[in-house]
């Protein structure tokens, strides 16, 4: 496989605790060439280790605008209720839409995408769900993204 034509992992920044077994890793990687803000679900079980599927990756014009989003958000959360925040083109047919979910009567930031084509429209499995109280942690690592692929890009 010719260098630069799969994803190449670069700093990790943190991660966030969902569960014993489960937790959100926020880290930079690259794929062919570019460097892009990864959020992904990993497991840590006796069968299995690892990421799972479940996640999101931002270019730095969509990071920005999730992390202006995530800005304005309380502390605590001040409805109990679905909200939608943003929503952020990714190609045609494609948007990343962040909200406030409550799900199992749990509050958490989603951060999704919704396709809309000829043939679907709706949210995909493309996505990560960050607990609430894990908004200032995310919100940290997010940050430390943005300044990660601003000194990636000058070089």
Do not use: C, H
């Not at 496989?1 to 799969?6: C, D, L, P």
């Not at 996640?55 to 679905?82: F, R, Y």
């Not at 948007?95 to 995408?113: A, N």
């Amino acid at each position: 496989m010719a260098e630069g034509k799969e994803f190449k992992p670069l700093k990790e920044l943190g991660a966030i605790a969902v569960s014993e077994e489960t937790e959100i890793k926020f880290y930079v990687d690259e794929y062919r060439g570019y460097p892009y803000a990864s959020i992904r679900t990993f497991l840590k079980r006796s069968g299995y280790t690892g990421p799972t599927k479940a996640g999101i990756t931002l270019n730095s014009a969509t990071l920005d605008g999730v992390i202006a989003t995530l800005s304005k958000l309380p502390a605590q959360p001040q409805q109990l209720a679905d909200q939608e925040l943003a929503r952020f083109p990714r190609r045609p047919g494609t948007e990343l839409v962040v909200r406030i979910t409550i799900y199992k009567d749990t509050t958490g930031i989603d951060l999704r995408e919704w396709v809309e084509d000829s043939t679907y429209k709706g949210w995909s499995k493309k996505g990560v769900r960050i607990p609430y109280p894990g908004l200032p942690k995310a919100l940290e690592y997010l940050k430390g993204m943005k300044d990660f692929l601003a000194n990636a890009v000058k070089k």
